[in-house]
């Protein structure tokens, strides 16, 4: 179920199918697609905000500076996205995170390869919402699945005008731009047109990061720890994993997030999106845990790996900007962090291939109002877990206790267990796979999210 644009007229032919897939690729997507990281350089701003020093300003604003993009102006109107915004303003914020799928440059060849048939590469290959509440207690993150079937309006990029597109891949708006315009600027000002017009969104905000700056992000920190539910193992990746807790490295983090064939079960792009929110959870995590004072050389260094890596419109490259971000963010609470994938299901003309659910409509209105997609009043409650349409449970907290119909609630994990046995969601109102960890929307059976608190403490005995 999309919206369609109000014009939609007839695709353009840039070598595309109308799948969405670069002819030449095809055989490449199917195996090797990469993933490729999530934009965090506010996450690194707000690790390194408590070192922020005169003397490292200039580097740190030389560097965003190097990486800036403008937004191009969208249906006539002004280019208004260039203006900074204000941290302290008490106004929600929203950036649209891009995952850049290229082969340019030597650390991005290390981890995606170097065949002919990826030279000159620039898919989308993660496309995430994330909304900072007003009062910077929460934050939404939401995943947008590649291989979404969508309608898109027509978009300006450097080079001219994309037509209106109807029926096509989501990630194919992002490569389809930067082969029109011929930048990076074309590719995500097309992809925010089009989120927003998915949602009714008004994003003017973007950043866009390729796999390589995520494995010098991650090895910034000195690795995450994440914890492993399942023996892993992926051919096409190289990634080999034994179940419980693993410090990994940039380039295990980026093997770990990428596979989509490692546990044998299902290869689809939703699951792959499940461990990308939970990488995104523990780099943010460890990057808080960190001594501003006792571990100032290590926090530059993220700073600078994660700015190094990431293009970001405008409005918000300023070093003054980001570190003001960063210090209305100081008091973050990580478990106030809610993270899922749009609700959708097969392609009515495709299984392989995804389209809005109905519980998606309930997503994007919690968006559009800048709602927590969690309730923070009724986290973890129930009384009667009948799951509702969209992904929430009916009933009063009980914090342990078994119900009148035999279900309880661990605070710790954050999971109910039905009398049956059944493991559901307390956020989500999902279905949790015990051995994977893996939610499922309770409608459509497709993933959602990873219930990490709940595998951390069965899998690895973790109690925070």
């Known amino acids: 179920m999309t919206r369609r644009p109000e014009h939609v007229e007839h695709l353009p032919n840039f070598g595309w199918h109308r799948s969405g897939m670069p002819q030449h690729s095809l055989g490449y997507q199917a195996t090797h697609k990469v993933f490729t990281g999530v934009a965090l350089a506010i996450v690194a701003v707000l690790a390194f905000v408590g070192t922020f020093a005169a003397a490292t300003y200039s580097d740190i604003n030389s560097t965003i500076s190097d990486n800036k993009i403008h937004a191009i102006a969208q249906d006539g109107k002004s280019d208004t996205e260039d203006k900074l915004i204000d941290p302290y303003a008490n106004t929600p914020i929203d950036i649209l995170l891009i995952g850049q799928d290229t082969r340019d440059g030597s650390d991005n060849t290390a981890i995606g390869g170097d065949a ?15 909304q900072i509440s007003a009062d910077r207690k929460t934050i939404n993150l939401v995943s947008l699945p590649r291989d979404l079937m969508i309608d898109a309006p027509s978009c300006q990029t450097s080079n001219g005008e994309i037509p209106a597109q109807y029926t096509v891949q989501f990630n194919s708006i992002f490569a389809n731009a930067y082969s029109q315009g011929g930048d990076v600027a074309s590719a995500a000002s097309c992809t925010l047109k089009t989120v927003n017009s998915l949602g009714g969104l008004d994003i003017r905000n973007f950043m866009v990061i390729d796999f390589g700056g995520l494995v010098k992000m991650v090895n910034a920190i000195g690795g995450v720890d994440i914890c492993v539910p399942t023996d892993m193992s992926d051919v096409y990746t190289g990634l080999d994993l034994k179940r419980g807790l693993v410090h990994m490295d940039g380039t295990t983090a980026t093997q770990y997030a990428r596979t989509r064939h490692a546990t044998g079960t299902d290869g689809s792009d939703t699951m792959r999106t499940t461990r990308q929110q939970y990488l995104i959870k523990k780099i943010i995590s460890t990057a808080l845990s960190k001594n501003y004072f006792t571990q100032t050389s290590e926090l530059y260094q993220l700073a600078k790996a994660g700015l190094e890596s990431v293009q970001m419109s405008a409005s918000l490259a300023d070093a003054m900007t980001l570190a003001g971000l960063g210090m209305s963010l100081k008091d973050f609470d990580i478990t106030h962090l809610y993270s899922q994938t749009i609700p959708v299901e097969p392609w009515v003309q495709d299984a392989n291939r995804s389209q809005f659910a109905e519980g998606a409509e309930a997503v994007w209105t919690k968006l559009r109002n800048h709602e927590p ?25 009980t914090d342990g206790t078994t119900t009148d119909d035999g279900s309880t609630y661990d605070e710790k994990t954050g999971v109910i267990t039905q009398a049956d046995g059944t493991l559901i969601d307390a956020e989500t109102g999902g279905i949790i796979d015990p051995e994977t960890g893996a939610i499922r929307d309770a409608t459509t059976g497709q993933f959602v999210g990873l219930a990490n608190r709940y595998i951390e403490v069965t899998y690895c005995g973790l109690t925070n």
């Open 373 to 397: 997609l969690v309730d923070a009043s009724t986290e973890g409650t129930t009384d009667n877990t009948d799951t509702t349409t969209d992904g929430t449970t009916d009933g009063t907290t």
């Open 116 to 130: 002919d048939d990826t030279k000159n590469l620039h898919n989308s290959d993660t496309t995430m919402i994330m």
